[in-house]
């Protein structure tokens, strides 16, 4: 049994964490929270001890080391996207391995720090990628590694998945701390999209607004034209009214479908960390160096078959 550490315990992800905690026969002994709103501890793990001061909960940690077998051993993290670099550092020079949630960190040169605290430490930082797990995504990649090797696939993917205003207020919304739409909500996408196609070849960006993004994107299997957003109105018209999220990738011609098979991701990927096959920085930094051009790039207005049909709603 292994002891874990959890960091961003209010966070809206921190439930799927604590349970593949439990479900993999592990115990969570701390969490922190600068929010106090951490009722599904309860549930889960009610032993846990709880903080909402980081100074208190890393003294506790340091603390737990002088405890036969209470020395931590992975630290899970769970908070805003501009803290994970911090975090990350801080459960790595605590002597723990870390377990961390996309986007690991904003930009290849903080993936580099992260790679010498890693060799400072000698612990090593795992990056929750979890749809590499999926059933779907699984059997697509060994179907475009069966296809011709000259073989470029056409993709459409559509993801609007409707926010409220609140999504606006919070950090979500500021763009120094979510590091924008694309970056918060299309990272799953991109590291998907990259390990079922290949290393990415073009980069372009065809719209960049706070509550939606879209460009083109082209791998050495696949052609994929995107489009994100968190603004209702996006939704086509036969959802509206219907659905609040609309989810569509369309890859010549064929629709992928996983809806489903997302509830046990995180406990798989807990599984195979703690096997030692998890996914570290290197794995990352594909899509880590994806948003990080699509953050910084100046939208090139165009037209023609590289556009999402979406965009041209919004000109």
């Known amino acids: 049994m292994k002891n874990f550490a959890l960091i961003g315990a209010a966070g809206y992800i921190a439930p799927r964490h604590m349970r593949a905690i439990k479900d993999t026969g592990n115990h969570l002994a701390a969490a922190y929270d600068t929010n106090d709103s951490v009722g599904i501890i309860d549930s889960i793990s009610p032993q846990s001890e709880f903080f909402t001061e980081f100074e208190r909960f890393q003294e506790h940690a340091q603390q ?3 405890t036969p077998g209470g020395a931590l051993d992975y ?3 769970c908070s805003p996207n501009y803290l994970h670099h911090p975090h990350i550092a801080a459960g790595l020079r605590l002597g723990c391995d870390v377990i961390c949630e996309k986007p690991l960190v904003p930009t290849p040169e903080l993936l580099d720090e992260l790679a010498l605290v890693e060799s400072e430490t000698g612990k090593r930082v795992f990056n929750i990628l979890q749809l590499r797990h999926h059933d779907a995504i699984v059997k697509l ?3 475009v590694a069966a296809a011709p090797t000259d073989k470029k696939f056409d993709v459409e993917l559509t993801y609007i998945t409707s926010r409220g205003k609140w999504y606006l ?4 919304g500021d763009d120094r701390k979510s590091f924008g739409i694309a970056t918060n909500i299309g990272v799953h996408f991109y ?3 990259h390990f079922i196609f290949g290393k990415l070849q073009r ?5 960049s607004g706070v509550t939606k993004a879209a460009g083109y994107l082209e791998y050495e299997r696949a052609r994929v034209r995107w489009f994100l957003s968190i603004d209702a109105n996006d939704l086509p018209d036969q959802v509206k009214g219907k659905k609040p999220t609309y989810r569509n990738i369309d ?3 064929e629709q992928l479908e996983f809806s489903e098979g997302f509830t046990d991701l995180h406990t798989t990927s807990y599984q195979e960390i703690l096997a030692g096959r998890g996914y570290g920085l290197e794995d990352a930094r594909h899509c880590i160096e994806t948003v990080n051009v699509i953050r910084t790039a100046t939208p090139v207005v165009t037209t023609g078959s590289e556009v999402h049909p979406f965009v041209a709603a919004l000109r």
């Open 191 to 193: 590291d998907m999209l």
């Open 169 to 172: 207020e919070s950090w979500k």
């Open 141 to 143: 990649r060994e179907k």
């Open 75 to 77: 630290v899970a993290i």
């Open 64 to 66: 737990l080391k002088r």
């Open 203 to 207: 980069n372009v960006v065809h719209y």
């Open 251 to 253: 890859i010549s011609g």
